[in-house]
């Protein structure tokens, strides 16, 4: 922070501030190797982590559910005992469960970057759904469908390049503001 200690009610960012904290004399607080140096590297690992599980239960969750699904046959009714007899079926309730940490996965994933970075970023999903569609529920997609495939994952990886949040983030746990885009 640009203010001189003493002259502001606003908390300074420094290594002492967990010594401060807890009410110690001094710094019990060390860093690894390389933290102090980029301070955004570990809020990208826990967004790309998260990135990956939105993906992958996405993938996944939407295939067994299809499968599942599939194995079911055709719910068209206003009544209820068709469906809570599709939820029955193990792949059924494997993707529901999957979609549920999709879903869980993508509220995370909201609150920490912007929407124009999550959602194309995340649509990598598009791309895999596509390729477990084709080689593994043995769909025929067609040659259109495989060029707007293409043209998703182009871009994908122009978003993955980009800065995933243009502003500052105050987390309300702790009321310290932290950079995500520097």
Do not use: K
Not at 15 to 38: C, F, K, W, Y
Not at 88 to 96: A, E, F, S
Not at 150 to 160: D, K, P, T
């Amino acid at each position: 922070m640009a203010h001189e200690p003493g002259n502001s009610d606003e908390t300074q960012l420094t290594l002492e501030l967990p010594a401060e904290m807890l009410g110690s004399h001094r710094s019990t607080a060390t860093l690894a190797p390389g933290v102090s140096e980029d301070r955004s590297r570990p809020l990208c690992l826990r967004t790309r982590t998260v990135i990956v599980l939105l993906v992958v239960s996405n993938v996944l969750g939407n295939f067994t559910l299809s499968r599942g699904l599939h194995e079911v046959g055709r719910l068209v009714s206003f009544s209820p005992l068709p469906y809570i007899h599709a939820f029955l079926n193990p792949l059924v309730g494997v993707g529901v469960l999957l979609l549920i940490v999709w879903l869980i996965s993508q509220l995370s994933l909201l609150s920490r970057v912007d929407l124009s970075y999550a959602l194309p970023a995340t649509s990598v999903s598009y791309v895999l759904t596509a390729l477990m569609a084709e080689f593994l529920l043995h769909e025929r997609l067609s040659i259109e469908r495989w060029i707007g495939i293409g043209l998703i994952g182009v871009g994908v990886s122009l978003v993955a390049r980009t800065v995933p949040r243009t502003g500052p983030v105050l987390h309300t746990l702790d009321d310290l503001p932290c950079e995500a885009g520097q």
